[in-house]
């Protein structure tokens, strides 16, 4: 079973990186109806208007309007399969062979959630490989021998478990009716049963999202039940080929380096640049103090297994109005630099389809006062299937790897070129989060090349720094680099090791200012003068930075944990760190940016967790705003 469930699983991830990605186009448009004949006869009573989402489901040409008029009707599978062939013909300018097999797609029997997932998966595997559709042997087979990357998806599914503990998971610990799934009553009249087995569809249909939202095309229940047999209507099949329409990525558009274009203008338009703000002007020679901020990481992962509690790769709109609404003025935009190559990286190029997502994301700052500073977390080349392992090794190996400094340098340049005309009160940019440099001497080899080409492209631009480790900041301040400091510290209080983040009587216990086991008091001002025989203090940083005219902030504080406990530090605890670290940092004249802006311990939650706080859901999204916590920071920044 161990090794059934692998594979099944490794496949089905593996072939949801490829089909999203890989597999897009511009749906067919829909044709005008013509006018009525003249007729005498009286005219027929005008039908009332569809709802929305189906009247979209019409105009793409997914299903015709006499279709779904009959909404409330149980769905047949002929039905289900048309509308999902119209889906697969739209978005990748083919037919499918699956989908138009009599025996998949001339049913007249009644469509239940496991045959949409099956139909949309199978539909699925003639897009990912290069033979066609036969049977689960031969596309186990065909993924041997081709050696198919094989990847374990361990952080997938958000939520309630089988035992009710809120944590990451996959379909065998979220899905509480999986044997119902495994071991139909009826295998023997179910079509593929046994050379293939049900639960790789219902996973799939799982883990594909509407990128317009968020949306999961199906979903489980309140009760962790994916309810396989239950039927579905018409309407309920409309709106998941909707769904599952959505969930495509457009298709990509492969330009080298040096033919970056500029942003799209007509998405930070130049009426947007030109617009009165209250953002206060930045440089190299100065961060101002005025940046009260916080960390988004959704561009900055791209393997499976380190997508943590984040439901999907997307930055919505309404995410950024929170960030507004809670009164900061500063997103440390994380982004790893195979996203920006990806789906598929190729040598020395970048997808600009998805360099006009992040041009989006930018706009929808500039709207809001917001500084965007684009923070490179990923140093590139790695696909989302690949391993997570791989991804953390390179990250350090390669910025102690003099020879890669020259291809992350035109990685960095051609980004900055696209970007050049926007002004520094709006964007800046952080060279690596936390890299792990082995000593000063190696982190300028490194990174020189990158603030060297970043000038080359736009000569004023504000660079900052991060100073993490090994590094005494120096080389980058002599550069004319801004310099920035993580202050984690200290970090039994700050990181929720695995035993004490979701102990209720541990945590309940402790104070701020804190007392560590040996004694020792911290409160603001002696976690800023806190140093380790690797890495200078806040202060002796700051101290630096101004005896070579460059600007200081903090770029990341608070307190996180790996995991997603349902319990934290009492309100009084937490909000009096907050209270001492940001009233200290106010008075040194040190902007900041919270580095826990999702998650349990953060405002923003993709689930509902933390048990002594209230929530607020953003729309219907999977977005929760942890009102406690968003009062207090709209306090504080006003």
């Avoid at 709802?51 to 105009?59: F, G, H, K, N, R």
């Avoid at 044997?179 to 179910?190: R, S, T, V, W």
């Avoid at 970090?491 to 200012?513: I, K, M, R």
């Avoid at 937490?574 to 670290?581: M, Q, S």
Wanted: hydrophobic share 40%; aromatic share 12%; charged share 20%.
């Amino acid at each position: 079973m161990k090794s059934y469930r692998r594979s099944v699983l490794l496949l089905t991830a593996a072939l949801l990186t490829g089909l999203l990605a890989g597999c897009g186009g511009a749906p067919a448009e829909s044709s005008a109806s013509s006018a009525p004949a003249p007729t005498s006869e009286p005219a027929a009573t005008a039908q009332p208007a569809l709802p929305e989402t189906l009247q979209q489901v019409c105009d793409l040409g997914i299903a015709d309007e006499a279709t779904l008029r009959r909404g409330d009707d149980i769905c047949t599978q002929r039905e289900t399969a048309a509308m999902l062939a119209q889906v697969h013909k739209l978005r990748c300018g083919a037919d499918s062979r699956y989908l138009n097999d009599p025996a998949v797609a001339n049913s007249d029997d009644a469509a239940t959630r496991y045959y949409f997932a099956q139909a949309m998966y199978f539909s699925a595997m003639e897009t990912f490989y290069d033979a066609p559709y036969e049977s689960w042997d031969t596309w186990a087979d065909y993924c041997e021998k081709n050696e198919q990357p094989y990847i374990w998806p361990d952080s997938i599914l958000l939520g309630p478990d089988t035992e009710g503990v809120v944590d990451c998971g996959d379909i065998w610990t979220r899905c509480r009716d999986l044997d119902e799934i495994q071991h139909p009553g009826n295998a023997d009249k179910l079509r593929n049963w046994l050379d293939f087995g049900f639960v790789p569809a219902a996973n799939y249909a799982l883990l594909v999202y509407d990128r317009t939202d968020g949306t999961r095309v199906l979903s489980l229940d309140e009760d962790c039940n994916f309810r396989p047999y239950e039927t579905m209507t018409v309407a309920q099949v409309a709106e998941a080929a909707l769904r599952y329409y959505n969930s495509f990525e457009p298709a990509a558009q492969m330009v080298p380096y040096g033919e970056t274009a500029a942003f799209d203008p007509s998405i930070i338009t130049p009426e947007l640049l030109a617009k009165e703000t209250t953002l206060p002007d930045a440089s190299c020679a100065s961060l101002p103090a005025e940046w009260h901020g916080v960390l988004m990481f959704d561009m900055g992962r791209v393997t499976n297994q380190s997508t943590a509690c984040e439901l999907d790769k997307q930055i919505y709109e309404y995410e950024v109005q929170a960030v507004q609404d809670a009164g900061f003025n500063f997103i440390g935009l994380a982004f790893d630099f195979s996203v920006l190559q990806g789906p598929v990286p190729e040598e020395s190029k970048l997808n600009e389809t998805r360099l006009k997502e992040l041009d989006q994301v930018i706009a929808w700052c500039i709207e809001r006062d917001i500084h965007v500073d684009l923070r490179c977390a990923g140093l590139g080349g790695f696909k989302r299937s690949d391993s997570f392992d791989d991804w953390w090794d390179w990250n350090e190996a390669g910025v102690n790897d003099t020879g890669y400094a020259g291809e992350f340098a035109a990685l960095w340049k051609a980004l900055v070129q696209r970007y050049a005309e926007i002004p520094n009160r709006y964007l800046s940019f952080n060279l690596f989060i936390e890299p792990l440099s082995h000593s000063d001497e190696q982190y300028a080899a490194f990174f020189g090349p990158a603030v060297t080409a970043i000038r080359e492209a736009s000569p004023e631009r504000c660079i900052i720094a991060d100073i993490y480790s090994n590094t005494t900041g120096r080389p980058m301040a002599e550069m004319g680099v801004a310099l920035s400091f993580h202050a984690y510290d200290p970090a039994v209080f700050c990181a929720l090791n695995p035993e004490n983040q979701n102990d209720a009587a541990y945590l309940s216990g402790v104070t701020w200012p804190y007392t560590d086991a040996d004694g020792k008091t911290y409160d603001a001002e002696a976690v800023l003068d806190f140093s380790t025989p690797d890495r200078p203090s806040a202060n002796e940083l700051a101290a630096l930075a101004k005896e070579y005219g460059v600007g200081f902030m903090i770029g990341e504080w608070g307190v996180f944990c790996d995991g997603i406990p349902s319990n934290r530090y009492p309100d009084e605890t937490l909000y009096a760190f907050y209270k001492d670290t940001t009233d200290t940092m106010a008075e040194k004249g040190y902007g900041w940016c919270n580095g826990v802006w999702y998650g349990s311990l953060g405002i923003k939650a993709d689930y509902p967790v933390i048990t002594a706080t209230t929530y607020e859901q953003v729309g219907n999204h999977a977005c929760y705003i942890d009102q406690t916590m968003l009062k207090w920071f709209q306090e504080f920044n006003s």
